[in-house]
């Protein structure tokens, strides 16, 4: 059960916008809608910031953003802040029954 | 408010057992599916097992397949993981989380830690 690929690290100015990918396969990410991103800040819990690919929980910033093309997911952040800086996950369900993580993005505010 | 509280994490030796616990309260347990999650010290989430909001159905990550047993008492707003076998590559911080189909884990407790070692 292979994970989700996202690139390790990605980083910003503030202000600016940064997007992060996060690529599976015809299984999982390419075959359903059910794609969700979640922020987590050292020790603590991962927050859903996207679900079912471009949905935003209410209390998300509408700077955070999720797209879908093929087998990658994205998510983009708009006007960096400085508590954006964290590490972020994508998941999606897999066929299955059976979830799928990525190996997660350190994303760093310059 | 949803609310999702993991106990249970302890130190270990390896091939022993220990169940966790998931106390859930602010909505309606029964009608949600609940996973386990778990997190290596400093590596990314792994997903381990999934349980529908009716127990009626099951299923789990490869590498705790056949060892680890997710449960529910819907009566007492309960989420369990028995834990048996276990190795040094099952030290993690383990979460619950909450949903199945729509918004997939959309609330997550804080975690418990295991820590497996002689």
């Known amino acids: 059960q292979s994970a989700l690929t996202q690139p390790p690290s990605v980083s910003g100015s503030l202000g600016q916008s940064v997007t992060i990918s996060c690529t599976g396969t015809s299984s999982d990410v390419g075959s359903y809608n059910r794609v969700s991103w979640y922020q987590q800040s050292p020790g603590t819990a991962p927050k859903l910031m996207i679900y079912?690919?471009?949905n935003r929980p209410s209390g998300v910033p509408d700077r955070f953003s999720g797209s879908k093309s093929g087998n990658t997911a994205s998510l983009t952040i708009s006007g960096l802040q400085a508590e954006d800086e964290a590490d972020y996950y994508c998941s999606s369900y897999r066929s299955g029954i059976t979830w799928v993580f990525g190996g997660g993005t350190k994303l760093t505010v310059l | 408010q949803v609310r999702l509280v993991e106990s249970g994490g302890d130190v270990v030796q390896p091939g022993r057992s220990l169940t966790l616990s998931c106390a859930a309260s602010g909505f309606s347990f029964s009608d949600f599916g609940m996973h386990w999650v778990r997190q290596a010290p400093g590596k990314g989430l792994e997903w381990a097992a999934v349980i529908w909001y009716d127990g009626t159905n099951k299923n789990y990550a490869d590498p705790v397949k056949g060892r680890f047993t997710i449960s529910r008492d819907n009566s007492k707003n309960m989420l369990y993981l028995q834990m048996n076998s276990l190795t040094a590559d099952d030290t993690a911080v383990y979460y619950c989380?909450?949903?199945?189909?729509?918004?997939?884990?959309?609330?997550w407790g804080q975690g418990t830690l295991v820590t497996v070692s002689s």
């Open positions: 079912e690919v471009n």
């Open positions: 989380a909450r949903g199945v189909g729509g918004r997939d884990l959309d609330y």
